[in-house]
């Protein structure tokens, strides 16, 4: 089993319409974020959070929000999906409890279509 | 935020040795060069990182240049596997605890 798990993989929604994505993780890490990425472009940072009460904006935060419901979970909502939204979503922990060293690990990913 | 600059993409040929350049003119005496991998169709995944000095494990070499202004990311002998868009990122003081990744090299390997 993954140890970073998102949910679903695949969605396909419409405009308006309330979309959650979630990311689950065994790793006991406590850091966890979301990225999205388009087609040729990197990956950008939605939101991060530090620990379960520290959540933080990245650069695309607008239209999205989170909630880190306990140490291992993180969810990333859409409260009303427009098509440029539409996106491959990364969900990444990684483990600062011994010292940050800048490794994230990453879920496979959930690809959303927005019509 | 400090920027880099990487090649759009690069070529090589199956066990040769790779060398992926990136420019970070502007980093900052505290930022850490990290390298990323994403191969297709998978999330992206740790390489290496460094500070100063150069840094070798498993995966790769990471050489950085004595200004660090500049660093290369070395494959000692690429494999088919190899094949991926590679990333080179600055992290530490604002953006601390956060990578942000560009659009990075896409790396091709021909057998």
């Known amino acids: 089993d993954a140890d970073v798990t998102q949910t679903p993989r695949n969605r396909i929604t419409k405009t308006g319409k309330r979309i959650m994505l979630e990311c689950s993780q065994t790793?006991?890490?406590?850091?966890m974020y979301w990225y999205r990425q388009d087609p040729g472009l990197g990956l950008r940072l939605i939101y991060y959070?530090?620990?379960?009460?520290?959540?933080n904006k990245g650069e695309i935060s607008d239209g999205y929000s989170v909630s880190r419901q306990a140490q291992a979970k993180f969810s990333l909502s859409l409260e009303s999906a427009i098509p440029n939204q539409t996106a491959l979503y990364f969900c990444a922990t990684s483990d600062s409890r011994q010292g940050w060293t800048g490794e994230l690990f990453f879920g496979e990913g959930s690809r959303l279509t927005v019509l | 935020d400090a920027k880099t600059t990487q090649p759009n993409s690069m070529e090589s040929n199956e066990e040769e040795p790779v060398h992926l350049p990136c420019n970070h003119s502007t980093i900052s005496g505290t930022d850490y060069i990290h390298w990323y991998r994403q191969l297709p169709s998978q999330g992206p995944e740790y390489v290496i990182h460094g500070l100063t000095s150069n840094v070798n494990n498993r995966m790769a070499s990471l050489a950085i240049a004595e200004d660090r202004k500049s660093s290369t990311l070395i494959l000692h002998r690429a494999t088919l596997r190899d094949a991926a868009v590679y990333y080179c990122i600055l992290e530490g003081g604002t953006s601390y605890g956060k990578l942000t990744f560009g659009q990075g090299t896409i790396l091709t390997v021909h057998p």
């Open positions: 790793k006991g890490h406590d850091r």
């Open positions: 959070s530090f620990d379960v009460k520290d959540i």
